[in-house]
């Protein structure tokens, strides 16, 4: 490391960090961490640790998040030094988190803290720590969290368990167990302790892996249509021509699930409901000579406004309607001080209403289903709203219209995402969107089938509805694991505080 920067090590870290989202390869997420953790050991000034956290964390979001140049740039009509600065200012917010990670470990180390005890307790407590407050503070971001690489890995089995939030924890005592081992290389205690923990966690997620956490309810006949329209289309007259027949062609094409359910993505009319023309309404509504219930998002408009809805259509007529929780900043409704950004961007319906936590699932054929508008799924304590003082859905729905993004590693990255909740929750998850990546994921994460991104077509699918006794996140949320965060991360500050304030040299 001395022959290289730090910095620019970090840097490189986190690009690495953030290419390991999707497709999903929690090998170099691990090591791209433990990078970064073998530097945080390294570094003796708090300066210097946040430094090396800021680099790591640039690099982890610019790399993860480079499609927001697509939106503000392309769909935006934004210059394209204007669209890289936004990027680049995020990625400096976000990439806050994990300095105040490196900031706090150099702390650590200045203290006199060993190499075991920063890298595998105040590091990974930290680190899961921010991600937490990362995802709440501001509405929450939690996008390019580091367990969305785990989907395909053995940590996924935690989920049912702790959540997203607990598999970032243990993806840096992971990585933290890594860094050490690299560093106390003739520390035969030290290493034993951190292969023990090793161990431990593999083989709990190895026998965590076996358990049914939901069973089959029901089988229901979903088809998932994607528009494929692009973004600059869309808003059109002549797009907005062209996505209602090529919706109503993709709805009706043989053989169409007869009694069961079609899906299509959010905001599917640049115009509330309201205002569409009878004749319109018919022709789109009555699918499958109205034997199959519908489901797509629109806008609906209120004596007090816009608000983005899901609804539920069946025999023509809306009987169900869900609307949007968690609104996308800049997207949905501008954040005070804000609106000069948003008109310069030209985003349409910049301010809509928030729907309210007690909404109620769809019920289609006997199915409970719970719907999820865009990046609502990005928030699971927001989901197991759904199992509180209501019935448990049977199924997740994501509406989503990803077109902003154009052909992105944004579109894997959400279908990463929606793989977390199906486990979470040990319910399937069906996604409709416009561009992609519309799919069935089954309750165990995996990808049944799915369609081709930014490509019209139509999905049918046989969908396994589940049932059973909540799972334990559904129950607890991340609460128990983020109380045992604060415990450790408190218990090794106060040991360092309380004592004689000297340097352990490294062995």
Same mark, same amino acid.
């Given at each position: 490391?001395?022959?290289?920067?730090?910095?620019?090590?970090?840097?490189?870290?986190?690009?690495?960090?953030?290419?390991?989202?999707?497709?999903?390869?929690?090998?170099?997420?691990?090591?791209?961490?433990?990078?970064?953790?073998?530097?945080?050991?390294?570094?003796?000034?708090?300066? *210097?640790? /946040? !430094?090396?956290?800021?680099?790591?964390?640039?690099?982890?979001? %610019?790399?993860?998040? +480079?499609? #927001?140049? &697509?939106?503000?740039?392309?769909?935006?009509?934004q210059p394209a030094v204007f669209a890289a600065f936004v990027v680049f200012i995020?990625?400096?917010?976000?990439?806050?988190?994990?300095?105040?990670?490196?900031?706090?470990?150099?702390?650590?180390?200045?203290?006199?803290?060993?190499?075991?005890?920063?890298?595998?307790?105040?590091?990974?407590?930290?680190?899961?720590?921010?991600?937490?407050?990362?995802?709440?503070?501001?509405?929450?971001?939690?996008?390019?969290?580091?367990?969305?690489?785990?989907?395909?890995?053995?940590?996924?089995?935690?989920?049912?368990?702790?959540?997203?939030?607990?598999?970032?924890?243990?993806?840096?005592?992971?990585?933290?167990? *890594?860094? /050490? !081992?690299?560093?106390?290389?003739?520390?035969?205690?030290?290493? %034993?302790?951190?292969? +023990?923990? #090793?161990? &431990?966690?593999?083989?709990?997620?190895?026998?965590?892996?076996?358990?049914?956490?939901?069973?089959?309810?029901?089988?229901?006949?979903?088809?998932?249509?994607?528009?494929?329209?692009?973004?600059?289309?869309?808003?059109?007259?002549?797009?907005?021509?062209?996505?209602?027949?090529?919706?109503?062609?993709?709805?009706?094409?043989?053989?169409?699930?007869?009694?069961?359910?079609?899906?299509?993505?959010?905001?599917?009319?640049?115009?509330?409901?309201?205002?569409?023309?009878?004749?319109?309404?018919?022709?789109?509504?009555?699918?499958?000579?109205?034997?199959?219930?519908?489901?797509?998002?629109?806008?609906?408009?209120?004596?007090?406004?816009?608000?983005?809805?899901?609804?539920?259509?069946?025999?023509?007529?809306?009987?169900?309607?869900?609307?949007?929780?968690?609104?996308?900043?800049?997207?949905?409704?501008?954040?005070?001080?804000?609106?000069?950004?948003?008109?310069?961007?030209?985003?349409?319906?910049?301010?809509?209403?928030?729907?309210?936590?007690?909404?109620?699932?769809?019920?289609?054929?006997?199915?409970?289903?719970?719907?999820?508008?865009?990046?609502?799924?990005?928030?699971?304590?927001?989901?197991?709203?759904?199992?509180?003082?209501?019935?448990?859905?049977?199924?997740?729905?994501?509406?989503?219209?990803?077109?902003?993004?154009?052909?992105?590693?944004?579109?894997?990255?959400?279908?990463?995402?929606?793989?977390?909740?199906?486990?979470?929750?040990?319910?399937?998850?069906?996604?409709?969107?416009?561009?992609?990546?519309?799919?069935?994921?089954?309750?165990?994460?995996?990808?049944?089938?799915?369609?081709?991104?930014?490509?019209?077509?139509?999905?049918?699918?046989?969908?396994?509805?589940?049932?059973?006794?909540?799972?334990?996140?559904?129950?607890?949320?991340?609460?128990?694991?983020?109380?045992?965060?604060?415990?450790?991360?408190?218990?090794?500050?106060?040991?360092?505080?309380?004592?004689?304030?000297?340097?352990?040299?490294?062995?």
């Amino acid at each position: 490391m001395k022959k290289f920067p730090p910095f620019l090590i970090a840097l490189f870290a986190g690009i690495a960090q953030g290419f390991s989202l999707a497709p999903a390869n929690q090998w170099l997420q691990l090591a791209a961490l433990a990078v970064l953790f073998f530097i945080f050991a390294g570094l003796r000034t708090v300066k *210097a640790g /946040f !430094l090396a956290g800021l680099f790591f964390g640039i690099g982890w979001f %610019a790399s993860s998040l +480079a499609w #927001l140049y &697509v939106s503000v740039h392309d769909y935006g009509h934004q210059p394209a030094v204007f669209a890289a600065f936004v990027v680049f200012i995020f990625s400096c917010y976000l990439a806050l988190y994990p300095a105040a990670v490196g900031a706090l470990c150099a702390w650590s180390v200045k203290r006199g803290s060993s190499a075991g005890r920063m890298l595998l307790v105040i590091a990974p407590a930290a680190w899961g720590l921010t991600e937490w407050l990362r995802g709440v503070l501001f509405s929450g971001f939690p996008w390019s969290a580091v367990s969305y690489a785990h989907v395909d890995g053995a940590l996924l089995a935690f989920a049912p368990i702790c959540g997203a939030e607990g598999i970032n924890f243990l993806a840096a005592f992971i990585s933290g167990c *890594a860094a /050490f !081992l690299l560093l106390e290389r003739k520390n035969l205690k030290g290493i %034993a302790l951190a292969s +023990a923990g #090793l161990l &431990v966690v593999f083989s709990l997620a190895f026998a965590l892996a076996d358990i049914r956490w939901s069973e089959p309810y029901k089988t229901l006949s979903v088809r998932l249509v994607q528009g494929g329209i692009a973004q600059d289309e869309k808003f059109s007259p002549m797009g907005s021509l062209t996505s209602f027949e090529r919706y109503v062609r993709l709805m009706n094409e043989k053989p169409a699930p007869e009694n069961g359910l079609i899906v299509l993505p959010e905001t599917i009319f640049p115009i509330p409901l309201q205002q569409l023309k009878p004749e319109i309404w018919k022709k789109f509504t009555h699918v499958t000579d109205g034997k199959a219930a519908l489901m797509f998002g629109g806008f609906l408009r209120g004596e007090d406004g816009y608000r983005n809805t899901a609804v539920l259509v069946e025999h023509e007529k809306i009987v169900q309607s869900y609307t949007k929780k968690h609104l996308v900043p800049f997207g949905e409704y501008v954040p005070a001080g804000f609106r000069w950004f948003i008109d310069m961007l030209q985003i349409p319906m910049g301010d809509l209403l928030q729907g309210s936590a007690d909404q109620k699932t769809f019920e289609i054929d006997g199915v409970s289903a719970a719907p999820l508008l865009c990046y609502e799924d990005l928030f699971a304590s927001e989901i197991r709203e759904w199992w509180q003082g209501g019935k448990a859905p049977n199924l997740l729905v994501n509406l989503s219209n990803l077109g902003w993004f154009g052909d992105t590693h944004a579109l894997p990255q959400h279908l990463n995402i929606s793989r977390m909740r199906a486990v979470e929750f040990a319910r399937p998850v069906i996604r409709a969107t416009n561009t992609g990546m519309t799919a069935y994921v089954t309750s165990k994460g995996e990808v049944a089938a799915e369609l081709p991104a930014m490509k019209p077509g139509k999905l049918d699918v046989e969908v396994a509805a589940a049932q059973g006794e909540p799972t334990p996140f559904v129950k607890f949320g991340a609460l128990p694991w983020l109380g045992a965060m604060v415990l450790l991360l408190i218990s090794a500050i106060l040991a360092l505080l309380f004592r004689k304030r000297h340097r352990l040299p490294l062995k």
